[in-house]
């Protein structure tokens, strides 16, 4: 029933919100990460719980004047530790999950098609949130905002305590 409700939001709900109105970008942010949002509490209130984990991050947490090539294989990263993806790459092996870097919605479904997650732990901008929470409807997604203290697509970075706290959930099915 949750799902089926996840659905409706993503499927109906969200789309109508978009043909709505002609939305300033910051008012289509918020109203994105209010849909993200709604989404999130409709996955831990199913409480689904896997091993079977992708974790999805956008390639802008790279940063800027990091000269390694990490988009096809982000374990190419030489862990200098000035950017997080050193500690992301640590939280997936701890956790034993897939780890990718996607740089748009096509890549990021190629790896969805090919990892074949039974939940997914995406980091993005809203924009690319909700889209790909959409796209990968029923599976599901919790959705983790990046932070963009230099604008959008630049040097970025993401809370890892709330990384961590998804990847808990996931593990026990529940909220702690
Ligand atoms: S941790 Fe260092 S080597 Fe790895 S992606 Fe970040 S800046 Fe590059």
């Known amino acids: 029933m949750r799902n089926f409700c996840r659905g409706v939001v993503l499927k109906v709900f969200y789309p109508m919100l978009m043909l709505a109105g002609a939305f300033s970008k910051d008012n289509k942010e918020k109203l994105q990460l209010f849909v993200i949002d709604i989404s999130n509490r409709l996955v831990r209130a199913k409480g689904v ?19 390694v090539r990490i988009t096809h294989n982000i374990y190419n990263c030489k862990g200098c530790g000035r ?4 500690d992301l790459i640590q939280i997936a092996k701890d956790n034993n999950l897939k780890l990718f870097v996607a740089t748009g919605g096509t890549i990021a479904r190629r790896i ?7 939940a997914i732990i995406a980091v993005a901008c809203e924009r690319d ?10 599976l599901p997604v919790l959705g983790i905002s ?31």
Do not use: M
Not at 50 to 66: A, D, M, R, Y
Not at 83 to 86: A, D, F, L, M
Not at 112 to 118: G, Q, S, W
């Open 83 to 86: 950017c997080e993806i050193k």
């Open 146 to 176: 990046n932070e963009r203290p230099f604008g959008p697509c630049l040097d970025t970075q993401v809370d890892l305590t709330k990384v961590k706290e998804a990847i808990e959930f996931f593990g026990k099915g529940r909220a702690l």
């Open 112 to 118: 969805v098609e090919d990892a074949r997650p039974e």
């Open 49 to 67: 719980k896997t091993e079977k984990i992708l974790l999805l991050l956008p390639h802008c947490l790279q940063i800027g004047n990091c000269d």
């Open 129 to 138: 949130l909700i889209s790909g929470i959409v796209d990968t409807y029923p």
